[in-house]
């Protein structure tokens, strides 16, 4: 079965990277421009993973993650948060929205897909 | 990286510069938070973005001004006409690194540093970007270590998400490990809630990677409870080498080298062993009376005392391990002594040294190993004026590795030499009555006919390999040590012997069967499968009844009849497919009660001739049952035409 994976982020380049990148691995990607169009994505469905980025216009990453996880189709979900280096207590704020691990941008193809194979399987 | 995703980087990161003129603009009348987010997450996108497609310096020059808007944001910085000239140059300086990457960086480093070091003097010292990232990891130790891994993920973490399953898979594939579950906060059914974490898991790993690497497995573990102790590897002891730093051993207990190991008398680990032993029964009986019982605390305690007992069995066997190059070592000097001797040239090569098998088993291997060397270079391996005509270098080889499969060691002991000659080995064995003339032997089953006692294919007898009792005295020293033998041949090509053993004797795991009242146990490692006897199809085929399983057609044996008891009138029995040797035999049985850990006790003297068992063990209600010798069940139902007990008893001569 495929799995599918829905990426939030207002960077088009962000989201192509990484359809392009999990699309390559078997992994069916849909794109969200921002919080609020991912959040009515997760209403909708269940994906098998969910990689977000935290500075968004109309709802932020962390705004987007607990409204994900208080929707039936976001408990349980593996959420990946995009977060700098630079930010350590983005991290720790994502975690406590419920994010469930984060991926340190800039990032490479290699290290996405480490990643979402860590959280997925 | 995708070509396409650069060029919509490139045009994304022009809007965003363009609409950053503007913002900064509005932002100088109107210093609202909306409008310092939206200058912020421009900022971001750019350095974030950049670095990944390759405009390091874009992304890194951007990262300053990234920062200073951080402040602004979090009100430690106010916006003024000095903020707002400075970043409308640095994003002008920005456009120039997108459009002109190469240009850009000789021609406006300079600028760069300057706008660089205003922007410093405006924000003050000390900001994230001049921190260090990542420090060095520490060098991960070389030799394998065991560390003893807890891990309790915390409530929510599966709701966020997470999966430990996925973790102790990741885990696992560093190295083996063996696992526990933990199941002593699992609160009443009552008021259980699914959705959260009550499990924990405690894991054992031997791994040559470093602690660190270990908890980079967790990294997003961060609420979880989580210990990892390392233990110091336990090194060889090296019973003839003191080590050199040592001014003065004890005798009985002496520090090694490395501080973290101590010798220990071996008789001291044997009696260790013996005592985990009967603790593994009482832990059984334990067991199932807590099981009758039914009282759910009591099973909490059971389960972790089982827990313990397994973990205490698994760290007492590897008290006991030894690698295999220690007798390995030995043979070096017997190949080079032999091929003097018998004027051949003939290297040894071993693999897989380092391989650990239990030091009973080590003390009893020398001697087999040593008769099946010898025959390798003695009949195996030609002399090089007959090896160069076969085309063969002239010098042979005998190979020696060691591998670990499972529960099981498997060494083999290959040669480059002349293989076995199959008509050779079928007419001596008619010679010698092993077989009938007629015998409608596989080629395997002829390879098996080596190890027959009194067998010997060897023209004239030199005084190396004796008189033929050598792959005989194999064969019975493998069979105590409730191994199996395996012989590749292509003639011409070279024979490859394949000693499989048990890593350890003392505890085995065992399938217990049932025969109307009685229970046997069967070595695991020796089940292949279990089937149903209805389903199974039966044929005849040289005069004896086969079972159809799949494909293959399998010889049988009911138990019933092997020990003398009335037919079984039960309705649904089962038959245990075992294997040793290389053959496979049905074992036609009552019932399958289940699997256990089974300490192997020796029978006593009146009963240690009756073939058929090879020990017997005490199950959890004290009762005794006797365990099946698989090889010879084997061995027996593929013998000719005698009832199956007449042919035990004279096994048993």
């Not at chain 2, 640095?90 to 459009?99: F, G, K």
Request: glycine letters at 8%; proline letters at 5%.
């Amino acid at each position: 079965m495929t799995r599918s994976v829905l990426t939030v982020d207002d960077s088009a380049s962000i989201r192509e990277t990484i359809a392009f990148t999990l699309e390559a691995e078997g992994f069916e990607v849909v794109g969200a421009a921002d919080g609020s169009e991912g959040l009515s994505q997760v209403q909708n469905r269940r994906f098998d993973l969910v990689i977000t980025d935290l500075n968004m216009p109309v709802m932020n990453g962390f705004d987007f993650i607990r409204g994900a996880r208080a929707t039936p189709n976001g408990a349980g979900v593996p959420i990946v948060m995009l977060t700098t280096e630079s930010k350590p207590e983005a991290k720790a704020e994502g975690k406590a929205a419920g994010a469930t691990g984060w991926i340190n941008k800039p990032f490479d193809g290699e290290k996405l897909v480490t990643i979402v194979k860590k959280l997925v399987g | 990286m995708s070509d396409t995703a650069t060029t919509m980087f490139v045009q994304e990161a022009r809007d965003l510069l363009e609409g950053l003129e503007d913002m900064l603009l509005d932002l100088e009348a109107d210093p609202r938070p909306e409008k310092v987010d939206a200058v912020f997450r421009a900022l971001h996108t750019i350095k974030g973005s950049g670095a990944m497609f390759g405009f390091d310096d874009l992304s890194q020059f951007t990262h300053h001004f990234e920062d200073a808007f951080d402040k602004v944001r979090e009100g430690r910085l106010a916006v003024d006409g000095r903020l707002v000239d400075l970043s409308l140059r640095a994003r002008d300086l920005m456009r120039s690194l997108l459009e002109d990457a190469e240009g850009a960086r000789t021609r406006e480093a300079e600028a760069r540093a300057v706008l660089i070091r205003a922007t410093a003097d405006l924000t003050g010292p000390g900001t994230q970007a001049d921190r260090a990232t990542s420090a060095q990891a520490a060098a991960p130790p070389k030799e394998a270590t065991r560390f003893d891994i807890f891990f309790r993920p915390a409530p929510d973490d599966l709701i966020n998400g997470m999966r430990p399953d996925l973790l102790i898979e990741e885990i696992g594939a560093l190295g083996p490990i063996s696992v526990a579950l933990d199941l002593g906060r699992v609160p009443p059914l009552d008021d259980l809630d699914p959705t959260r974490c009550w499990l924990g898991w405690h894991m054992s790993l031997t791994t040559s990677q470093g602690e660190d690497a270990l908890r980079d497995v967790f990294i997003f573990a961060d609420e979880a409870e989580l210990t990892i102790t390392p233990h110091t590897a336990m090194a060889a002891p090296e019973p003839d080498s003191p080590a050199p730093d040592d001014p003065a051993p004890a005798r009985d207990a002496a520090v090694t080298r490395g501080g973290g190991s101590i010798r220990v008398e071996s008789q001291r680990l044997d009696d260790m062993m013996d005592r985990l032993g009967e603790l593994v029964i009482v832990q059984a009986r334990l067991d199932q009376i807590s099981r009758r019982i039914g009282d759910p605390m009591l099973e909490t305690v059971v389960e972790e005392i089982d827990r313990l007992v397994t973990g205490l069995r698994d760290t007492t066997l590897s008290t006991r391990m030894l690698p295999i190059e220690m007798v390995f070592g030995k043979f070096r000097r017997v190949v080079r002594d032999l091929s003097g001797e018998l004027e051949k040239t003939v290297a040894l090569v071993t693999e897989g040294g380092e391989t650990e098998i239990d030091k009973s088993v080590i003390d009893k291997l020398s001697e087999p190993l040593v008769h099946m060397i010898r025959n390798a270079i003695d009949h195996g391996i030609d002399d090089a004026e007959t090896r160069r005509k076969a085309g063969k270098p002239a010098g042979g080889t005998v190979r020696l590795s060691a591998t670990q499969e499972g529960g099981e060691v498997l060494i083999t002991i290959a040669d480059d030499g002349r293989g076995l000659d199959a008509d050779a080995i079928r007419a001596r064995a008619v010679e010698r009555g092993l077989i009938e003339e007629a015998a409608v032997l596989s080629e395997a089953e002829l390879h098996q006919l080596i190890f027959a006692p009194g067998f010997s294919t060897a023209k004239e007898l030199t005084s190396i390999s004796g008189r033929g009792v050598g792959m005989d005295a194999v064969k019975t020293t493998v069979d105590a040590l409730r191994g199996q033998i395996q012989v590749a041949s292509t003639a011409g090509r070279g024979t490859a012997i394949t000693l499989r053993l048990p890593v350890s004797l003392a505890i085995i795991d065992g399938l217990l069967v049932r025969l109307g009242d009685a229970v046997y146990v069967i070595p695991l490692s020796s089940v292949e499968e279990c089937v149903e006897l209805d389903l199974a199809e039966r044929h005849r085929e040289s005069g004896r009844t086969m079972l159809q399983i799949r494909e293959t057609l399998v010889p049988f044996l009911d138990l019933a009849d092997i020990f003398n008891q009335p037919a079984s009138t039960e309705p649904r029995r089962r038959v245990v497919i075992v294997r040793a040797d290389g053959a496979r035999l049905g074992l036609v049985v009552d019932d399958i009660l289940g699997q256990n850990q089974t300490v192997i006790k020796t029978l006593s003297v009146f009963h240690r001739d009756v073939a058929g068992f090879a020990g017997a063990t005490i199950l959890g209600d004290g009762a005794v049952a006797l365990i099946l010798d698989v090889a010879v069940m084997i061995r027996t139902a593929l013998e000719a035409r005698d009832t199956p007990s007449v042919r035990l008893r004279r096994q048993a001569r």
